[in-house]
């Protein structure tokens, strides 16, 4: 009967890979990645993860152990055990830096006004905000003039007053048209989406972590326009309430003994054509 079961679920969690998979697998083939080179992540990171999660009493596990959890062969454990190819790209960095200035300013009750708007910024002040102290209480490795420059390129603010105030547009999220933004956020959101919802799936009794989703089938093209507009409304509010309530914690647990762990929440929202063959 517990065979029985182990085979039950199996099946049921090779069901649940595929189902996950297949976006990611449709996304590599079209950037070129092929199946041998899958294969070659997935065997590291089965290792990878086997040392790191699958611990007995915090002692090291061997690489016996490692062969047995994941069907790698033990020579390969051997060679790729203490080899890591994770790293974040230059461009990564980058997109963070701009996103957390974006962020702060839509938070800070110093640069946004009694209805939560952005204020315009002087570039430097004496006294008060300004737009290069924003940038620097964010990080002082980039100059604000490079912060603003790239700013300016993705459209997202704009200099008036003889280019000494700069002025955050009304739209200023990311925009998704750049290669490196989309792979960023996809990595981030995504892989965060993934392991909550890990987590949830395997732990015993309540879930740890908030997940959940709304749908309905049958729907026509103008409600599912109607539907998408209001979700896309519902989001944004959430989230930029959420931006404000966070970066005040953030303020507020600034130099606590502790205070090292972090949060992503995200909304989404899919729809799909899912009408019979004979319909096309």
Known sequence: MMASKESDQGGAW?????????PLVKALIARGITAPSLYAILKSLYVEVAERDFRLDDEPVTDSRISVLTGVHRKDVRQLR?????GEPGPGRRITLIATVIGRWLADPETTDAEGRPLPLPRQSEKGPSFDRLVTSVSRDVRPRTILDELLRRRLVSLDEGEQRVTLQAEAFLDQDAGDDRLHFFTENLGDHVAAATENVLAEGKPPFFERAVFYNNLSGESLNEIEAKARTLGTEALSDLNRFGYSQQSQDAGKKGAHQRFRFGIYFYRVDERPPEED
């Open 82 to 86: 203490g080899r890591s190819d994770v």
């Open 14 to 22: 090779v069901s649940a890979a595929r189902r996950i998979l297949r």
